[in-house]
């Protein structure tokens, strides 16, 4: 697999200037950069379409109002304008790589496409930058939805929130943790007359979901783990101190869902308010579940939801639901409620 570009400061010019990006057998228009983060750099492109391109295939082009059709994303995986990946970002890409690939659903943002180069720097030295290839989305994540109703003061409907929060629910055998479950990694699509469709992204964290701790370092090399890549106000208790002998399972993931429902419905993490002190305050917080409830909409939301939340967010996670429950839970509220 290749890209038939030397380097980040090619695409910068292309970039700026409306030039083209290969990726394998694809052509691309580099339209303007629409994001940057972390080592990566999120550029809109449009797929220039081949001239022997005869037979149409199945492509996911852009529903965005104002947007040329067949316009994609290409995330550029680099972490300056100078330095290429290092070995341990460049086996995370790939790794996001590879699990991204043993998925296929609706509501899970798909890797259409990827390239890995190697790239010279002016001083000779080898490096390589990774290029992703992913459907174009510009309405934003939950996060960024949250922020503009919370200053509106506004709050989505029961059946809404239930909606959203359907579309979380996958499972996968062998089962795998995303890790990272959270607002800001759920993107929405607004829907006229319809609830807002929620796609899930980023694997980059993802990984199988059980596994067996027998020693005080493998715990202590999980807790390390999981606070360099699962954001803390939706890390679960067992990851932040984690037992000397113990079995995680895809529970993690549980309680982030428990969090990104309360965050749906109230537009806040459930323990940000123990943000503010410490992150020891906050730690503390999670590893007593200890809730607070702030204002919602009126009438308020119905005492089953709090429940459901209160259910996922059980500090010991053997007295968690397995996703098998959360779904068979909120099916059964969604017909309630949106009846």
């Not at 996968?172 to 890790?179: L, Q």
């Not at 419905?265 to 410490?278: I, K, Q, R």
Request: hydrophobic residues 40%; contains cysteine; proline residues 7%.
């Amino acid at each position: 697999m290749g890209c038939s570009i030397s380097g980040l400061n090619t695409l910068y010019v292309a970039a700026t200037g409306g030039g083209e990006v290969w990726i394998n057998e694809r052509r691309f228009r580099v339209i303007r950069q629409i994001g940057e983060g972390g080592f990566a750099v999120v550029y809109l492109v449009k797929e220039q379409q081949p001239a022997s391109d005869a037979a149409p295939s199945k492509r996911h082009d852009a529903h965005v109002s104002g947007l040329p059709p067949r316009s994609l994303m290409i995330r550029l995986s680099e972490p300056s304008w100078r330095a290429g990946l290092s070995k341990e970002q460049l086996d995370l890409v790939k790794e996001e790589i590879r699990v991204s690939s043993l998925f296929s659903h609706p509501n899970l943002f798909p890797l259409l496409d990827h390239a890995i180069i190697g790239v010279k720097s002016a001083q000779g030295d080898l490096s390589h930058e990774a290029y992703l290839l992913f459907p174009v989305h510009l309405d934003g994540t939950l996060l960024d939805n949250a922020s503009i109703m919370l200053s509106r003061k506004e709050f989505y409907s029961t059946a809404d929130v239930l909606q959203i929060f359907r579309q979380h629910m996958h499972s996968f055998d062998p089962p795998y943790a995303h890790n990272d479950v959270k607002p800001g990694n759920v993107l929405i699509t607004h829907c006229k007359g319809k609830a807002p469709v929620a796609t899930l992204m980023d694997f980059g964290s993802a990984r199988p979901a059980r596994k067996q701790i027998r020693s005080s370092s493998e715990a202590l090399q999980l807790q390390e783990w999981a606070a360099e890549h699962c954001s803390a106000p939706y890390r679960a208790p067992e990851l932040w101190d984690c037992p000397s002998h113990a079995d995680i399972d895809e529970r993690t993931d549980i309680w982030s869902l428990g969090c990104t429902l309360y965050a749906i419905m109230f537009h806040v993490s459930p323990f940000e308010y123990a943000l503010g002190e410490s992150e020891e305050s906050m730690q503390l917080a999670i590893a007593n579940g200890q809730l607070e409830w702030p204002a919602g909409p009126n009438p308020p939301y119905p005492d089953e939801l709090r429940q459901f939340v209160i259910w996922m967010l059980h500090p010991q996670p053997v007295m968690r639901p397995h996703i098998g429950d959360v779904t068979l839970h909120v099916d059964k509220l969604i017909a309630k409620y949106l009846s």
